[in-house]
T-cell receptor, first 117, second 113 residues
Framework: QQQVKQSPQSLIVQKGGISIINCAYE??????FPWYQQFPGKGPALLIA?????SEKKEGRFTISFNKSAKQFSLHIMDSQPGDSATYFC????????????????FGQGTILTVHP | DVKVTQSSRYLVKRTGEKVFLECVQD?????MFWYRQDPGLGLRLIYF???????EKGDIPEGYSVSREKKERFSLILESASTNQTSMYLC????????????FGPGTRLTVT
């Protein structure tokens, strides 16, 4: 059962444009929503994360928008650069302290982003 | 600096062979994870370990087992490799409390022929 659905599967953007990747989740117990970035030949690395008590989080050119009622969240990359070309994964976790989830992440299917110069 | 290493970047094995994938982390993390990554399917959790000698099945444990004899090392075992286990395997670790970030190794590309 795929609990986190990510779209689109691939995305091509011109340099300077805005890249938008969307995710939807099913499990309302999720309370931690990270985005990971993966370059070819490397493992994924945390890019930015949000908790459901806020609707938006911004770090530099990267912004997460979160809609709790719709159970959706998205990554916006402003002023996209060729160096942003990578695979992006959204994920969700039950991160409550004292829980038994051990921070297991449920990942989306991934989006291959290509930013053309 | 955080570091997760995996024993091999590329591995080619024959059908029916027993395969060991090793992962070592230097962060003294209790929690370690094994994922497989396939195009269009994202990362899927195979097994995880929340302490030495403790393990739990993830979403796709069939055909795999794990071993955690020391805190820093988490091994994934394919008892009898099959062609449908050809994939990228990623190991990760995280601290049990505080930030929930998982730190990933570079991955092992396993091909079973």
């Amino acid at each position: 059962q795929q609990q986190v659905k990510q779209s689109p599967q691939s995305l091509i953007v011109q340099k300077g444009g805005i890249s938008i990747i969307n995710c939807a989740y099913e499990n309302t117990a999720f309370d931690y929503f990270p985005w990971y970035q993966q370059f070819p030949g490397k493992g994924p690395a945390l890019l930015i994360a949000i908790r459901p008590d806020v609707s938006e989080k911004k770090e530099g050119r990267f912004t997460i928008s979160f809609n709790k009622s719709a159970k959706q969240f998205s990554l916006h990359i402003m002023d996209s650069q060729p160096g942003d070309s990578a695979t992006y994964f959204c994920a969700a976790s039950i991160g409550r302290a004292g829980g038994t989830s051990y921070g297991k992440l449920t990942f989306g299917q991934g989006t291959i982003l290509t930013v053309h110069p | 600096d955080v570091k997760v290493t995996q024993s091999s970047r590329y591995l080619v094995k024959r059908t029916g062979e027993k395969v060991f994938l090793e992962c070592v982390q230097d962060m003294d993390h209790e929690n370690m994870f094994w994922y497989r990554q396939d195009p269009g399917l994202g990362l899927r959790l195979i097994y995880f370990s929340y302490d030495v000698k403790m393990k739990e099945k993830g979403d796709i444990p069939e055909g795999y087992s794990v071993s955690r004899e020391k805190k820093e090392r988490f091994s994934l075992i394919l008892e009898s490799a099959s062609t449908n286990q050809t994939s990228m395997y990623l190991c990760a670790s995280r601290a049990p409390r505080g930030p929930y970030e998982q730190y990933f190794g570079p991955g092992t590309r396993l091909t079973v022929t």
